[in-house]
């Protein structure tokens, strides 16, 4: 089974306004980490946010913040105030405590139009 | 920051040679490193776990003869690719995590170098 899915091939927002970029998961450990990254056309990975599993609050890094619902297994991005520069793919990923390995989500394509 | 430096960020060269490709965390330790390859408009494909003093673990399908690792120091660690062919052509990346038991370490994010596109003609 895969442990990230990540439904949005590509996703389209208006310049100014707010977009959500779905992730599920799938995991039985009671402790795990949830992180976002997003790639340039470039190609460099650039971390964005993090989110614990035993954290009670929603993560937020300026326009980013995590919808984290433990119940649903989801861990979705929520970008504010879209920018240009925000066309990118965007990766999910899940760490699990029993080893170091990073599960990566099949990558969402975020076109920003001005 | 914690900051990777991979280098060279563009091979290109012809069948038959060898790739070496360097990744250095330089302001952090790294215990673990990772390295990837991905395939355009795909995701991350983990190739192999380098972990600094030990062999790396191979993920299933990746040759360790094609694909040598070297961790030889806590900022270093190479991948070469030897006798490369036009198939071995893509995107590789490397990564960096901070030292560190896993369970205490698991906010830790991995810290990516700038990747290295290869070319094999």
């Known amino acids: 089974a895969q442990k990230i899915t990540q439904t949005q091939p590509g996703m389209f927002v208006q310049e100014k306004e707010a977009v959500t970029l779905d992730c599920t998961y799938d995991?039985?450990?009671?402790?795990?980490?949830l992180f976002w990254y997003k790639q340039p056309s470039s190609g460099e990975m650039i971390f964005l946010i993090y989110?614990?599993?035993?954290?009670?609050q929603n993560a937020t890094e300026g326009r980013y913040s995590l919808n984290f619902q433990k119940a649903r297994k989801s861990a979705n991005l929520v970008i504010s105030a879209s920018q240009l520069g925000d066309s990118a793919m965007y990766f999910c990923a899940m760490r699990e405590p029993t080893g170091n390995q990073f599960y990566f989500g099949t990558g969402t394509s975020l076109t920003v139009i001005p | 920051g914690a900051v990777v430096s991979q280098h060279p960020s563009r091979v290109i060269c012809k069948s038959g040679t060898s790739v070496k490709i360097e990744c250095r965390s330089l302001d952090f330790q790294a215990t673990t490193m990772f390295w990837y390859r991905q395939f355009p408009k795909q995701s991350l494909m983990l190739m192999a776990t380098?972990?600094?003093?030990?062999?790396?673990?191979?993920e299933q399908g990746v040759e360790k003869d094609k694909f040598l690792i070297n961790h030889a120091s806590l900022t270093l660690s190479t991948l070469t690719v030897t006798s490369a062919h036009p198939e071995d052509s893509s995107f590789y990346i490397c990564?960096?995590?901070?030292?560190?038991?896993?369970?205490?370490?698991?906010?830790?994010?991995?810290?990516f170098g700038d990747g290295t596109r290869l070319s094999i003609l």
């Open positions: 995991t039985s450990d009671q402790s795990y980490g």
């Open positions: 380098s972990n600094e003093g030990s062999k790396a673990t191979y």
């Open positions: 990564s960096a995590l901070k030292g560190g038991a896993p369970r205490l370490a698991g906010n830790q994010p991995q810290h």
């Open positions: 989110q614990g599993s035993y954290d009670e």
